[in-house]
């Protein structure tokens, strides 16, 4: 008797605990892995998933086995020249061809390649910005808040046609039905019964059944009362009830990023990559947070512009540099279209560390009094710079004006860009 | 368990894949006789196939089977996809089995492999239970599902009802409750005492599992309703025993000679039973895991025991099978065409010298006994009636049946490998002493050597000379309560130093007090592991 069962439209993720399982117990080490290979890996290509390799050593279940030595006798298949008590030179370290033990050498884990598997984009992402928070967040989540959306919050007794609930309505008008006719119910139930016993008694005495006056005054007793519960309206005006929906205020899932960046001829190419990094990791790490992005490229030498990602990156401008240009304008942009209400706005900006003398301190200020009340965080990377010039100092005042949002490192090259970042990002305790 | 677990029976994966030889043997080896009795009635022509036909082919199969004496379970095909199949790798073949990471790396390996292209799927897996299960591949033509068939529903699946071993050691119609008693009762403990450490106890137990099987006496089959009720039971008897042998209050008089008497008196193979039975530290509900640990091992044992004779009993009727669908015409030469194919590419042995060499392949080997044993029973020659003369010459089909039902690897080599076997196979022998600089033939395919060879190969098979004998020797039950392990070398083997001292860290972990391990040869202890931490020097140095 055979059955056969098609299961392909069962599930096909059993193993799904058993490998996160795996993964949890091994954390410490795919970790190691991810950091490994983000210092590999150009950014543009970040956002995948990635091959993990452990050391087999690390991932082997052991089990009691023979060590080399002793005496091990086997036999094997495909003789060709061999005779009977034939001498071999014994094969170089162990396995191979004519050489003792076979699959059991490999339960020490030595001699064996790595254990290597692959783990998904989310999962890659998931460990690389492990243990990173966006500064602030909680805090916007309270305040501010601009976005509603509407909830159901139990039932109210005026409202729309469009709201009413019928079975609540009509719920309510039963149990009102039930309230305001009970007394006359119970009464009915009386007459009755008393007329029976009426008509019981006359029975016994085997007269015929005729209108005494008791009978006629119940009767009409009865009559009265059926009519005045018939007149109970089926549903009033006050059994309706309306589904109540209530605004609760929504944390904001919008953020911008500004991307600022100095293009001036001090820039080169290389930095200039360093910094497009930079920028990629902080869009990356930003959109696992919120729903919806938007990116502004405000590049500047001595006036600002706003501009689209490729001129941002590879269109190259000489001349001086004003940083406070760039500065106007991000305030610009951000009172125009991104009302701090309704925006989480990220400022990141990347710089050699030019800028003309005295314009680093209106730089300063137009930092703490226009764009730092308006951002959730503002981080500044100075990028390739040996000494640190007026505007590392002026940024400094800054941040420690605005400890918990404004941050700033310096880069030297490609290597230090997520350890920079994890810094920057790195969850603090409360 | 995540070992290459010979439950799971895969006998198209390992395999080079070797086109060229495979059709250029296939040719010499077959030519294609039709039967004129029989007119040609396909039972399909084209490769796709489909509910109606699996039915269609799988009644077929089994007529052809039940003409051949083949008694079987139930059956139970069930068509998976291939992930599926990789999901059914990961919990070693199991429909359901208690989660583990360990089955969560193998997964991964699996998934890793497969998608690399390193490794095609198996096309079936079969499970040793009534009804026996077995997995199809959706993916295969429907030439593969006949074969597969033939291969998993009939020749495995009779092998499990039939072998001594399988129906002594494993209760076919309860496997799968208990498994889910197994699973069920894992997940609770999980809940309630937190998954971290039920996975630190499943590790050792898991490590422990070739020393949890008893290879003598004989288990009662497991029942889960049984299982069910006599737990509680176990668990107030367990408490019981245990309070008498860890009682402290002295007794008030303890003859002298009861000093020396170690505990237990005889040494014990299971160690763990032992530790099951008799660790000091454990709750009950570890003990419990231990047993379930335990039992599914009990329940592979027949399979280790079996590789050469299961496989090369399903091989040999899928090759039978599928020839004779074809000699009566309900195949098309195209679809035997294909199956030869397949079949070919999984006897294919490499040669020692070959890269692709990893040792004996089980379904060569099985393959070409079981078919030289119907050779032997059909057309003898003078050389068999010689070496069997219990055989040569008798109704093939009666001695398959009863080498199948009576032997396990060990003994059907040494009782049936011929030596026209030896020959075809070109095997020889090599002794590597590794006190000696060279390596040594013992013996090739010759008239001098083949019962020398013979028993080499069996022993080869012999479980209990490749796993290290471990027992558990003496418990210092009045003093420090340590746990003392003996290996019994075999021709001077010793254990693996880096993996013993590991294993002893999990023997710890379970036992609760120190645990001491000696290699012993001829009564000498030759080295020893103690952990917490000593070597060998230290232990052995002091005596």
């Given at each position: 008797m055979?059955?056969?069962?098609?299961?392909?439209?069962?599930?096909k993720n059993k193993s799904t605990v058993n490998r996160q399982r795996f993964l949890d117990r091994y954390k410490k080490h795919i970790k190691e892995a991810v950091n490994q290979t983000i210092k590999q890996r150009s950014i543009k290509d970040m956002e995948q998933g990635t091959e993990i390799s452990l050391p087999s050593r690390d991932v082997s279940e052991p089990i009691f086995h023979h060590g080399s030595g002793g005496v091990n006798t086997r036999v094997h298949p495909g003789n060709k020249e061999f005779h009977q008590g034939d001498l071999i030179q014994r094969p170089p370290s162990g396995g191979g061809g004519g050489g003792a033990g076979e699959g059991q050498a490999s339960n020490t884990g030595e001699g064996m390649d790595d254990f290597v598997f692959q783990i998904s984009q989310d999962e890659f992402l998931d460990y690389m910005f492990e243990d990173l928070e966006l500064p602030n967040l909680v805090?916007?989540?309270?305040?501010?808040?601009?976005?509603?959306?509407y909830r159901r919050a139990g039932f109210t007794s005026a409202g729309t046609p469009d709201k009413l609930?019928?079975?609540?309505?009509l719920k309510n008008a039963h149990a009102r039905r039930i309230a305001l006719g009970g007394k006359k119910r119970k009464r009915v139930k009386e007459i009755l019964e008393e007329l029976e016993a009426l008509d019981e008694k006359t029975k016994a005495e085997g007269t015929e059944i005729e209108d005494t006056p008791i009978r006629a005054a119940l009767l009409e007793e009865l009559e009265e009362l059926r009519h005045k519960l018939g007149k109970l309206p089926f549903i009033d005006d006050f059994d309706l009830r309306y589904n109540n929906l209530i605004k609760v205020p929504m944390p904001s899932t919008r953020a911008v990023m500004f991307c600022v960046m100095d293009v001036s001829g001090s820039m080169t190419q290389a930095i200039k990559d360093i910094a497009k990094r930079f920028f990629i990791l902080l869009y990356l790490f930003l959109k696992r947070n919120y729903k919806h992005i938007d990116v502004v490229f405000i590049r500047h030498h001595t006036t600002a512009q706003e501009v689209d990602e490729e001129t941002f990156f590879y269109s190259r401008e000489t001349g001086g540099t004003i940083v406070s240009s760039a500065l106007e304008l991000t305030d610009e942009v951000i009172r125009d279209r991104y009302n701090p209400a309704d925006w989480n706005i990220y400022v990141a900006q990347a710089s050699d560390g030019d800028n003309w003398d005295d314009d680093s301190i209106r730089c300063a200020k137009i930092l703490s009094e226009k764009i730092m009340p308006q951002v959730q965080y503002f981080a500044y990377v100075e990028i390739g710079s040996r000494f640190h010039q007026n505007l590392w100092e002026e940024y400094r005042h800054v941040a420690s004006a605005f400890?918990?949002?404004?941050?700033?490192?310096?880069?030297?090259?490609?290597?230090?860009?997520?350890?920079?970042?994890?810094?920057?990002?790195?969850?603090r305790d409360a | 368990m995540t070992r290459s677990d010979p439950s799971v029976h895969q006998p198209f994966s390992s395999i080079v894949d070797n086109n060229e030889m495979a059709i250029s043997r296939m040719k010499n080896s077959r030519e294609l006789p039709l039967n004129p009795n029989f007119k040609q009635q396909f039972l399909s022509e084209g490769s796709e196939w489909s509910f109606e036909l699996l039915a269609k082919y799988d009644k077929k199969i089994a007529e052809l089977a039940e003409e051949f004496g083949l008694d079987t379970y139930p059956n139970q095909i069930e068509v998976i996809s291939s992930e599926q199949m990789m999901d059914a790798y990961a919990s070693i073949g199991m429909p359901l089995m208690y989660n583990h990471w360990s089955f969560g790396k193998q997964f991964l390996s699996t998934h890793k492999n497969y998608q690399r292209g390193a490794m095609g799927l198996a096309y079936e897996i079969v499970i040793n239970s009534s009804p026996c299960i077995s997995y199809l591949m959706e993916e295969n033509t429907m030439a593969m599902q006949a074969l597969v068939i033939a291969h998993a529903c009939y020749g495995h699946n009779s092998f499990f009802k039939g072998n001594y071993l399988f129906t002594s050691w494993t209760d076919a119609t309860a496997i799968i409750d208990y498994l889910l008693f197994a699973k069920q009762y894992i997940q609770k403990c999980e809940e309630r005492y937190g998954a971290e450490q039920v996975e630190q106890l499943l590790d050792s137990c898991h490590a422990l599992m070739n020393y949890g099987v008893n290879r003598y006496k004989r288990p009662v089959p497991l029942s889960p309703q049984e299982e069910e009720a006599r737990l509680k039971e176990r668990e107030e008897y367990r408490q019981r025993q245990l309070n008498q042998l860890w009682n402290t209050i002295p007794k008030s008089e303890r003859p002298k000679d009861a000093e020396e008497k170690r505990f237990p008196d005889e040494p014990e193979e299971n160690i763990l039973y032992f530790i099951e039975k008799n660790a000091p530290l454990l709750d009950t509900w570890q003990r419990e895991i231990i047993r379930i640990v335990r039992k599914l091992s009990q329940y592979f044992y027949p399979q280790k025991q079996t590789q050469v004779m299961n496989e090369g009993w399903a091989t040999f009727w899928h090759y039978t099978l599928i020839n004779e669908l074809y000699n009566q015409g309900y195949i098309t030469e195209g679809m035997l065409l294909e199956c030869m194919q397949s079949h070919t590419n999984v006897v294919f042995q490499p040669d020692f010298d070959s890269p692709y060499y990893s040792g004996i392949n089980p379904y060569t080997l099985g393959f070409n006994m079981m078919r030289d044993i119907q050779r032997i029973c059909q057309n003898p020659t003078e050389e068999d009636k010689e070496w069997f003369p219990d055989i040569a010459g008798s109704d093939w089909i009666k001695t398959l049946d009863y080498a199948m039902r009576n032997y396990k690897d060990e003994s059907f080599i040494l009782q049936f490998l011929s030596p026209k076997v030896m020959r075809d196979l070109h095997l020889f022998g090599i002794r590597d002493d590794k006190e000696q600089e060279h390596l040594e033939v013992t013996a090739i395919h010759d008239e001098v050597g083949y019962r020398e060879l013979r028993k080499e190969l069996s022993d080869q098979y012999n479980l209990g000379n490749n796993e290290p004998n471990i027992q558990v020797y003496n418990v210092n039950v009045r003093g420090d309560r340590s746990i003392t392990l003996r290996h019994y070398m075999h021709d001077k083997r010793p254990l693996d130093d880096q993996s013993s001292q590991e294993m002893l860290k999990h023997l710890h972990s379970l036992w609760g007090f120190p645990v001491k391990l000696e290699s012993v040869d001829d009564q000498i202890v030759v080295q020893a592991w103690e952990c917490p931490n000593k070597t060998t020097e230290e232990l052995i140095g002091k005596a």
């Open positions: 055979t059955h056969i069962i098609d299961r392909r439209l069962n599930g805090r916007k989540q309270l305040k501010d808040a601009s976005q509603f959306e609930n019928v079975v609540r309505s400890p918990e949002q404004f941050a700033m490192q310096d880069l030297t090259d490609a290597g230090d860009i997520y350890p920079v970042f994890r810094e920057l990002f790195e969850r | -």
